[in-house]
Each structure stands twice: as structure tokens, then as C-alpha cells.
């Protein structure tokens, strides 16, 4: 008699835990992120030329209430996004700042995964480039016959 009642109780919250559905609010005013380019191509560029390893994404909030971008990650540690920290109004204009590093030669493509309180989050952008080898070594490790990379 008891493990009829149990399997009942248990057949009973297994059917209602199947047919139950999620009800997703959406804010009809939330923030929205509109980004003027998602991909940003930034060419062909030597090595240790600290200026073309950088780039802005540019984008406005398009929606009706603030948006507060809670972090931005690179996909990997050579790319290092900075953000606002503070919110941006509905209609206002910011920027995200990104720098590669350009140690690494050869060709590449890196997201960029923005984090916010808008209705497209989590949102990712895209930067892309090619390094070419420098002619002379600017790099700040030197190594010295014989030895270890000493930093300058």
C-alpha cells in the first residue's frame, strides 16, 4: 500500500515536472548593444608596432533603459579588452578598447565576448590581422649567448 502511494507521489511530480514550461519575461525596454562593426580587420602589420596592434569597437546603446557592460573577455590572453565600467544612457556612444599582442607572428582571429544586462547578451565580436616577422629585434626579451631571456 505505501509503495503505491510512493510510486504515485513520484509519477505524479515526474509528469509535472515534464510538462512544465518556463516562462521567459522579456523587458520590452532593456538595454540593446549595436555595435557599427563586429569584425574589425586590422590588416597587416609588423611586429612590435605597438599602434597597429590596437582597435576601438564602437557601439550605442539602442535600447530605453542603461546598459552596464559587466565584463569583457578575450578568447585567449593576447587579447586584452577594456571597457566602461560605468552605464551607458539609452542613445549614448562608447567604445571598447582592444589590444593584441603582437609577439606572436602569423595570422590570427580572436572573439571578444561582451557580458551585459542587454537582450543580446552575451554578444561577440571579432578582430583579426596578420604580424610579419620585424626586420630588427625590438623585442623587450633579449637573450644572451649562453644564458637565459633576461626583460630590458
Known sequence: MKLKLILSICAFCFFSFITAQDNIIVNPNAPEITFEKELIDMGTYNQYDDE?????????????????????????????PEWPKEP???????????????????????????????????KIVKVKGKIIASESNNSPILTPSGGAPVVK
Not at 53 to 78: D, H, Q, V
Not at 90 to 113: F, H, L, M, Q, S
Open 88 to 122: 551607458i544612457a539609452p542613445g549614448e556612444t562608447a567604445v571598447i578598447k582592444i589590444n593584441y599582442d603582437e609577439k606572436r607572428v602569423g595570422p590570427y582571429t580572436k572573439t571578444i565576448t561582451i557580458t551585459s544586462n542587454a537582450k543580446t547578451s552575451p
Open 52 to 80: 597597429s596592434s590596437r582597435c576601438e569597437f564602437k557601439f550605442t546603446n539602442t535600447g530605453k533603459e542603461p546598459l552596464i557592460i559587466e565584463k569583457a573577455k578575450g578568447s585567449c590572453g593576447c587579447t586584452v
